[in-house]
């Protein structure tokens, strides 16, 4: 099976989604993994906001019919926006997630139910989630070898609590969670044994260090996706250059 990693989208579904077709097309992917953070810009409006989810949630439908294996991991961005509305959760987000949009909550809420957004995915040992596991947080969560579950149940159960574990670098005092590791403390703590894909901070192109990968390519960066072959092998996805590049 090969599998074709794209970095967070914050809402630009228009400009991100004709880019993957173009990349099954091209590198003949059976799967797609999305890195999390389908939500949130800045410079949008509420209503911009929702059209842009459903968009999204439109085109995983379609491409999930038509045999396409579509995984949606969720990120930071996207956490308050799975909290029920008027809920304790909705009310504690709408005061600490910045970026939220509270008139846009109800609406792109609905647009995410049918995604089933999960926290993370895995082929043997190579495991992507939005922002990584670190050798703390997974010594913290006491994670198995067999780790894709018990985080898909966390983010479940405790998405605030998810939510909350910010480390120095995204200025926070905790062990950096799934959803929160900036590259710097991931680098520097990575779970050992582990191959890693994530998104969550911006790089230009994808990059990758020892056993990690960055895709977060769309904020600041050329659009480039990540596949992983049969064979396990990696290589970047530049849809400018019209070529898949071996690593």
Known sequence: MRTLF????????????????RAVTMTGADGVVFLGDVCDDWDVTAREAVAAVRMFADWVAARRAAGLDVTVLAGNHDLPYLA????????????EADGFKPRAHEGVHEALKPLDMRLAWRRGRVLATHAGVTGAWAAYAGLSDSPEGELDRRLRESPMHLFDMAGPARGGRSVPSPVWADRTELEADPWAGWIQVVGHTPVPTVASTGGLWFCDTWTDGDGSMLLLSDDGSFAPVRLWLGRIEPN
């Not at 794209?6 to 077709?21: E, F, M, N, Q, T």
């Not at 029920?84 to 005061?95: D, E, G, I, N, Q």
């Open 84 to 95: 029920r509305p008027r809920s304790y959760a909705a009310h504690w987000f709408r005061h």
């Open 6 to 21: 794209v970095g967070d989208i914050h809402l630009k579904s228009a400009r991100v989604l004709p880019a993957v077709d």
